[in-house]
């Protein structure tokens, strides 16, 4: 497995919770998961939090700040796009009564449906196996669409927030919530990220609040609303790295001295315009064949 452990499915969520605990030494899990910042994430237990974990970052610590710029109501129809093994589609419908398609490629239905069933939520929260470029819903279905640790992944495509948006009712929100880059890069990375660059060239995903800004705004599609980082994200970045993948020495060395210069999470919310008209993407162009001669020197006999 290489370094960056946040864009891959993550070996490290096999070690048993003997060594998981042996490996915190005096620090218990609990410790490591409370945060006087996020008063609903510490109501859940940090064994389900754990057992949930999808991704290199809390999802319910990236949802609850997403949550506090985001407005759901409950019975609101959200997407929650790349929702990995579902634990914020879960508190979104917990929290806020919101109704949630709980969209995922790399985990299938099955992974999600006994979790959902279990935490009470099955008449809220439906989950989707789906890929986000090709997503099987109606039109302006959405009232919301949240993406945590995941918009990077397929979300930087200049096409895509238009793609997206049409799911969206005009008016309706979209936030994303994920690690990514305080100020972007620009020329080579920081020496003391060089390798894990260098190992990991997809990190160059990781876009700043002003790049997602910027991305989202031109397409004229949206009125962006926030786009910041997390006051110390990177501490929690490191916290949540030592509770789940303490052996992944590469990425915690570089977020320890990188000291949130360059990394951190990264918030961004948007309204869809009411007034913005998003063409039907072209699926097919109509076209019939006429021989031609291939070549000047064939004529046109
Ligand atoms: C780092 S994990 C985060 C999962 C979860 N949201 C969390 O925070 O724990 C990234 C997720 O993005 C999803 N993803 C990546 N590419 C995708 C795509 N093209 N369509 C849908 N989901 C995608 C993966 O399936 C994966 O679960």
């Not at 970052?57 to 609850?64: K, P």
């Not at 985001?70 to 806020?96: H, K, N, P, T, Y």
């Not at 890069?185 to 609040?209: F, Q, R, T, V």
Request: charged letters at 25%; a negative charge; glycine letters at 8%.
């Amino acid at each position: 497995m290489g370094a960056m452990m946040w864009l891959r499915p993550r070996a490290g969520f096999a070690f048993s919770k003997r060594d998981f605990v042996a490996s915190l030494g005096a620090v218990t899990t609990e410790d490591l998961l409370l945060d006087d910042r996020f008063p609903r994430t510490n109501a859940y237990h940090p064994d389900w939090i754990l057992g949930s974990a999808s991704g290199g970052a809390n999802s319910l610590w990236l949802t609850e700040w997403l949550m506090s710029v985001m407005e759901l109501q409950s019975g609101m129809r959200v997407l929650d796009l790349g929702c990995g093994l579902a634990a914020s589609s879960i508190f979104l419908a917990r929290e806020f009564g919101a109704q949630v398609w709980a969209t995922d490629l790399w985990f299938d239905v099955s992974a999600n449906e006994p979790r959902i069933r279990d935490a009470g939520v099955a008449d809220l929260v439906t989950p989707v196996h789906a890929d986000a470029r090709t997503l099987p819903f109606e039109a302006e279905f959405f009232d919301a669409i949240i993406s945590i640790d995941s918009f990077p992944y397929f979300g930087t495509d200049d096409h895509y927030l238009a793609y997206l948006a049409r799911f969206l009712k005009p008016g309706g929100v979209i936030g994303i919530a994920s690690a990514g880059m305080i100020e972007e890069i620009e020329g080579d990375p920081p020496e003391h990220l060089a390798s894990w660059w260098k190992a990991e060239p997809a990190m160059w995903c990781l876009h700043s609040p002003k790049w997602w800004r910027r991305h989202w705004e031109r397409s004229g599609i949206v009125d962006v609303e926030v786009a910041d980082t997390m006051p110390d994200g990177w501490h929690y970045w490191l916290k949540w790295h030592r509770t789940v993948a303490p052996d992944n020495h590469v990425e915690m060395n570089s977020i320890e001295q990188d000291g949130g210069a360059h990394l951190g999470y990264v918030r961004v919310v948007a309204r869809r315009r009411k007034d913005a008209v998003i063409e039907e993407p072209i699926t097919s162009i109509p076209s019939e064949y006429e021989a031609k001669p291939l070549l000047r020197d064939q004529g046109t006999e």
